[in-house]
């Protein structure tokens, strides 16, 4: 009888288990005073120079077909600065987004910072002609759990691909 009940229980919730199970990935896009911006610093091998670093940083903005340009190249500083620009697309139905955002990266010996922010979407739609927004009222909205549109979940999971891929190839260009 006990074992029944036991059977019955488990059942019943296994479609929310499996449910649970689906999407548990979470979707990171780390915030400062409301807006979507990412400021990490990274250490290196004590033997890198800044004058290098800031070279291979140059070498990376010039190399990087998704740069759409730079805004700033100070070696003093040692800061390179530019604007990216990727493509997320959204499922089957054709509609993709172009998003773009700042990369600004700042060298010192033995470590840099990357610093990510303006994050804006365009949504390419068949009859619909729209403009660069800002991302972070549709990700306030979403995180508290009233996305704009089934596209949010894509949206935002691209974006935050598109970020961590630029964090990943800024660190293989200077630790090379």
């Known amino acids: ?15 929310f288990i499996c449910r649970a199970q689906i999407n548990t990935s979470s979707i990171l896009l780390q915030m400062r005073n409301g807006k979507v911006y990412f400021d990490n610093v990274y250490a290196l091998n004590p033997g890198f120079k800044r004058d290098v670093l800031f070279a291979k ?3 990376w903005f010039k190399g990087d077909e998704k740069i759409a340009n730079i805004t700033v190249a100070n070696e003093k500083k040692g800061e390179v600065m530019g604007s990216y620009i990727t493509r997320i697309n959204i499922g089957n139905t054709g509609n993709y987004y172009f998003v773009r955002f700042a990369v600004d990266v700042i060298v010192y010996d033995a470590t840099y910072e990357v610093k990510v922010f303006d ?10 002609s729209n403009e660069y927004s800002k991302i972070e009222y549709r990700w306030w909205d979403f995180r508290r759990g009233k996305p704009w549109s089934a596209d949010d979940d894509p949206l935002f999971r691209g974006i935050s691909n598109a970020i961590d891929s630029v964090l990943h190839s800024i660190d293989n260009k200077v630790n090379n």
């Not at 009888?1 to 479609?15: E, G, H, N, T, Y």
């Not at 994050?119 to 619909?128: D, L, Q, R, S, T």
Request: hydrophobic share 55%; aromatic share 4%.
């Open 119 to 128: 994050v804006y979407e365009k949504p390419i739609e068949k009859g619909i």
């Open 57 to 59: 940083t140059l070498e």
């Open 1 to 15: 009888m006990m074992i029944r009940k036991l059977l019955l229980v488990a059942l019943l919730l296994s479609p």
